[in-house]
Protein backbone atom coordinates (compact mmCIF):
# COMPACT_ATOMS: atom_id res chain seq x y z
CA UNK A 1 0.00 0.00 0.00
CA UNK A 2 1.16 3.51 -0.90
CA UNK A 3 -0.75 6.44 0.60
CA UNK A 4 0.46 10.22 -1.33
CA UNK A 5 -0.53 13.14 1.33
CA UNK A 6 -0.90 16.60 -0.20
CA UNK A 7 -2.62 20.12 0.34
CA UNK A 8 -0.72 21.20 2.82
CA UNK A 9 -0.29 24.97 2.90
CA UNK A 10 0.38 28.44 4.89
CA UNK A 11 -2.66 30.03 5.96
CA UNK A 12 -3.78 32.66 7.91
CA UNK A 13 -5.06 31.66 11.71
CA UNK A 14 -8.91 30.91 11.33
CA UNK A 15 -8.84 30.09 7.35
CA UNK A 16 -9.61 26.74 6.11
CA UNK A 17 -7.21 24.19 4.53
CA UNK A 18 -8.19 20.45 3.04
CA UNK A 19 -5.68 17.55 2.66
CA UNK A 20 -5.80 14.60 0.89
CA UNK A 21 -4.62 11.05 1.12
CA UNK A 22 -4.23 8.95 -2.00
CA UNK A 23 -3.97 5.36 -1.57
CA UNK A 24 -2.76 2.50 -4.01
CA UNK A 25 -4.01 -1.06 -4.10
CA UNK A 26 -7.60 -2.15 -4.31
CA UNK A 27 -8.27 -2.98 -0.39
CA UNK A 28 -8.57 0.85 0.55
CA UNK A 29 -12.12 0.32 1.45
CA UNK A 30 -10.97 -2.41 4.10
CA UNK A 31 -8.64 -0.51 5.74
CA UNK A 32 -8.75 2.43 8.88
CA UNK A 33 -7.51 5.68 8.19
CA UNK A 34 -5.86 8.15 10.38
CA UNK A 35 -4.50 11.09 10.42
CA UNK A 36 -1.25 12.50 12.46
CA UNK A 37 0.67 15.24 13.06
CA UNK A 38 4.05 16.41 14.24
CA UNK A 39 5.08 19.55 15.38
CA UNK A 40 9.03 20.29 15.66
CA UNK A 41 10.37 18.97 18.43
CA UNK A 42 7.21 16.77 19.42
CA UNK A 43 6.05 13.38 19.06
CA UNK A 44 3.64 12.46 16.61
CA UNK A 45 -0.12 12.68 17.57
CA UNK A 46 -3.54 11.36 16.76
CA UNK A 47 -5.72 13.32 14.94
CA UNK A 48 -8.80 11.72 13.38
CA UNK A 49 -9.44 8.74 12.67
CA UNK A 50 -12.04 7.06 10.44
CA UNK A 51 -13.36 3.36 10.07
CA UNK A 52 -13.52 1.51 6.60
CA UNK A 53 -17.01 2.50 6.17
CA UNK A 54 -17.24 6.06 6.69
CA UNK A 55 -19.44 5.22 9.50
CA UNK A 56 -17.53 6.02 12.20
CA UNK A 57 -15.59 9.16 13.35
CA UNK A 58 -12.74 9.26 16.31
CA UNK A 59 -11.19 12.65 16.52
CA UNK A 60 -8.29 13.92 19.19
CA UNK A 61 -10.11 16.45 21.81
CA UNK A 62 -7.89 19.79 20.09
CA UNK A 63 -9.50 19.54 16.94
CA UNK A 64 -13.36 18.40 17.93
CA UNK A 65 -15.03 20.64 16.11
CA UNK A 66 -13.12 22.04 13.65
CA UNK A 67 -12.07 19.03 11.91
CA UNK A 68 -13.57 16.48 9.78
CA UNK A 69 -12.39 13.49 8.43
CA UNK A 70 -13.90 11.97 5.36
CA UNK A 71 -13.04 9.25 2.91
CA UNK A 72 -13.97 7.93 -0.46
CA UNK A 73 -13.25 4.74 -1.06
CA UNK A 74 -14.19 5.10 -4.85
CA UNK A 75 -11.36 7.33 -5.45
CA UNK A 76 -9.17 5.52 -2.61
CA UNK A 77 -8.69 8.75 -0.88
CA UNK A 78 -8.93 10.28 2.55
CA UNK A 79 -9.74 13.55 3.51
CA UNK A 80 -9.03 15.72 6.47
CA UNK A 81 -11.23 19.42 5.99
CA UNK A 82 -9.59 21.35 8.51
CA UNK A 83 -11.63 24.64 9.52
CA UNK A 84 -10.66 27.66 12.25
CA UNK A 85 -7.22 26.72 12.20
CA UNK A 86 -4.73 27.72 15.34
CA UNK A 87 -1.10 28.07 15.03
CA UNK A 88 -0.87 25.34 17.31
CA UNK A 89 -1.99 23.18 14.36
CA UNK A 90 1.36 24.04 12.32
CA UNK A 91 2.99 20.46 11.94
CA UNK A 92 3.48 17.93 9.36
CA UNK A 93 0.86 16.03 8.69
CA UNK A 94 1.03 12.11 7.94
CA UNK A 95 -1.99 9.79 6.88
CA UNK A 96 -2.00 6.21 8.07
CA UNK A 97 -3.37 2.98 6.93
CA UNK A 98 -4.46 0.31 9.33
CA UNK A 99 -5.06 -2.68 7.00
CA UNK A 100 -5.89 -4.98 10.19
CA UNK A 101 -7.72 -2.76 12.08
CA UNK A 102 -12.13 -3.42 12.59
CA UNK A 103 -11.94 -0.25 15.14
CA UNK A 104 -10.13 3.27 15.37
CA UNK A 105 -7.38 3.37 17.30
CA UNK A 106 -5.16 6.49 17.86
CA UNK A 107 -1.50 4.24 18.86
CA UNK A 108 0.40 4.76 16.22
CA UNK A 109 1.76 1.36 16.15
CA UNK A 110 -1.05 -0.03 14.63
CA UNK A 111 -0.89 1.73 11.44
CA UNK A 112 1.53 0.09 9.19
CA UNK A 113 1.53 2.26 5.87
CA UNK A 114 2.46 5.78 5.72
CA UNK A 115 2.61 8.84 3.39
CA UNK A 116 4.97 11.26 3.15
CA UNK A 117 3.72 13.89 5.38
CA UNK A 118 2.36 17.34 4.38
CA UNK A 119 3.08 20.85 5.98
CA UNK A 120 0.77 23.02 7.50
CA UNK A 121 1.56 26.22 8.55
CA UNK A 122 -0.61 28.58 10.68
CA UNK A 123 -0.04 32.27 10.81
CA UNK A 124 -1.13 34.33 13.79
Known amino acids: VQLQASGGGLVQAGGSLRLSCAAS????????MAWFRQAPGKEREFVAGINWSGGSTYYAGSVKGRFTISRDNAKNTAYLQMNSLKPEDTAVYYCGADQNGRYITPQMTNYAFWGQGTQVTVSS
Open 25 to 32: GRAFSTYV
